[in-house]
């Protein structure tokens, strides 16, 4: 293994390969619009449902249908993927969240504004599944978990500041102006973003072949892996909200306050899970960061006064984005560089299963048996995620708990 020292953003910012030179900055801003428009509707619903004359529950469908349509269009878009290359794609995936979002900014009604969240669902997902693409084909393995790292920064420093903003203008000059401002910015950042030199493509891939990535060494682990991770952090995380306000007496603002320091735990998680795993290997990271998850996550349903529920709520979040680079990063190297664009898309779905999943066990959960019920199912599916993680692929045997084979050539 490569146990060269951590490099920075600035490093990876101007990563070389056989390929040529790219910098990492770009897909930093785009997953970062992606991050956006995947989390803005949630505080923007109360005033939708006033605006549009439909209840609550009604306008929740906005959030679902996003969901529903990333899923459901990803795995359809991998001969795309492997046909033109994660560039186009990527760029492709811009130019269709920007169509939604406009169509968003400009809905007279609830159905026009629900399409435009069908057709900005597509093209955020498409765009944030190219960027990890992009980087599976680019950076080297020993160094690819810091990049990962870096763009799940760029994810939550995006959520930090875009969706206080988000809010803001909803409530001073309309919720379409949040939609109007993303369509504005997303066109500013496009030229940006099609400067990037491109990654390999022209491969013939077809849905069926989906059955040879299936077979290849370590994907059924890391999918159950995901589905796992994604489910039991769920499940509990869509309700902390609601367990703070309700057990420990927290206003909305103050339940806020929360989640900002969380999101800056979560910040910094990212880059330092990435340059660990990097250091002493993916697997042994991911494995130990989904055993401390589980254990915080079961914990919760012990605790009895604000200042631990608020420090779990913290480690949830940091523990969570540290673990993901190196998972990402195993993923993409159980195929071959030229395939790993239809394998991301279909983990893609994968993350966006769970993540329905745990939402649909917590609703089942929460308000007949409380939060202890949903700490102690989100504990053991990540224990589950970490028996998982033992199975993945990993080239680097030095390091790891279960030895892996090389990667199957499909």
Known sequence: MNNSSSISINELSKQKDSTGEFKLLPLILALGLGAIDTMVVAPLLNSIAKDIDVGVGTAG??????????????????PLSARFGALPL???????????????????????LLLGRIVAGIGGGLAMTMCHVYVAQKVPYEKRAQAVGWLGSGFFVSVIIGIPIGAFLAEHVGWRWTFGILSLVTLIVLPYIRKIPPAPC???????????????????PAFMAFGTMLAGISCVTTYIGAWLELDFGLTPSQVGLVYMIAGIAALFGGPFGGKVSDSVGKKRVAFIANVVMAVLVMSIAKVEVLYLAVIIVVGMHFTGSSRFPSMISMLGEAVPSNIRGPLLLANHSIILLGVSAGSYLGSLFFESRG??????????????????????????TKNQIIESQEPAIL
């Open 202 to 220: 022209g491969d013939d891939f077809k849905i069926k072949d989906y059955s040879k990535i299936i077979k290849a060494k370590g994907v059924i």
């Open 61 to 78: 469908l906005l959030v679902t249908s996003y969901s529903i349509a990333s899923a459901l269009a990803s795995p359809f878009l991998a």
């Open 90 to 112: 990527l760029v492709a995936g811009i130019w269709i969240l920007f169509s939604g979002t406009t169509i968003c900014a400009a809905s007279p009604n609830f159905f026009v």
């Open 371 to 396: 939060m202890p019920s949903l700490a102690i199912i989100g504990g053991i599916l990540n224990f589950c995620s970490a028996f998982f993680v033992l199975f993945m692929f990993d080239p680097h």
